[in-house]
């Protein structure tokens, strides 16, 4: 499993996808940072956190698309599906690469909130937590993505088909307004990853998001290890 996750941590910087998502998010995020808290001189973070999601979401099929899809392409798979690492550690081996990414941007990026401290006096337990929502975001995009990137060997597949479906994930909340069906709106709520994130943006902790975005991640881990179960097998 370490050997598989040192692989994939060096890959990342053997190659342009770990310092186009590292110049990306630190681009964006410091822009977005930058444009809404600094600017309105204001401790509150709400829309950088925002912007922070959708950045998640476009920037997580770019760690993902190739952690499964290039083993098929390059027909390198067989020796995963052959090596005495277990399924389900290569699984997390893979997607523990990724998260570090993904963690390694986030604790990057909170030098911004430093500023703060200087002009007023942020809550930082709603910092934390907010941080501690972003990263289970990251989660939940980064195991779906790897799930999809494990049905085929088309890298940008991988990723069209990733970002789709983050976004519908997303989107599924802004279009109960268009809902006239309580029942509809409900699930539609239920379902979105942006709309589970609000109450941390209010300084609330909900338990209940985090097991939704938990619960995202083990299921798409779990799907990705049945896929390679069956080809190992089949």
């Not at 030098?111 to 929502?133: C, D, K, Q, R, W």
């Not at 990251?138 to 990137?149: L, N, P, Q, W």
């Not at 994130?197 to 290890?225: C, E, K, Q, R």
Request: proline fraction near 2%; hydrophobic fraction near 55%; include cysteine.
């Amino acid at each position: 499993m370490g050997a598989i996750y040192k692989k994939e941590m060096r890959t990342f910087f053997v190659t342009p996808i770990g310092y186009i998502f590292l110049a990306s998010a630190f681009l964006i995020s410091s822009a977005a940072f930058c444009f809404t808290t600094l600017k309105m001189a204001s401790w509150n973070t709400k829309y950088y956190f925002t912007i922070m999601i959708f950045v998640f979401i476009i920037l997580s099929p770019m760690l993902t698309m190739k952690l499964f899809s290039e083993e098929r392409r390059t027909r390198t798979e067989q020796m995963l599906l052959t090596s005495p690492v277990s399924l389900t550690g290569m699984v997390l081996a893979k997607y523990l690469s990724a998260m570090t990414m993904m963690g390694g941007i986030l604790a990057l990026t909170s030098v911004y909130f430093i500023p703060l401290y200087s002009y007023a006096e942020p809550t930082t337990a709603i910092l934390i937590g907010n941080l501690i929502a972003l990263i289970m975001v990251g989660s939940a995009t980064v195991s779906i993505g790897i799930f999809i990137s494990s049905l085929t060997e088309n890298q940008m597949v991988a990723a069209v088909v990733t970002m789709v479906t983050l976004f519908l994930l997303m989107g599924a909340g802004f279009v109960n307004q268009y809902i006239d069906s309580y029942f509809i709106r409900s699930i539609f709520s239920w379902i979105s990853i942006f709309n589970r994130f609000g109450n941390f943006m209010h300084g609330i902790f909900d338990f209940g998001a985090f097991v939704y975005y938990a619960s995202i991640t083990i299921i798409a881990i779990f799907l990705t290890v049945r896929v390679y179960e069956k080809r190992r097998w089949g």
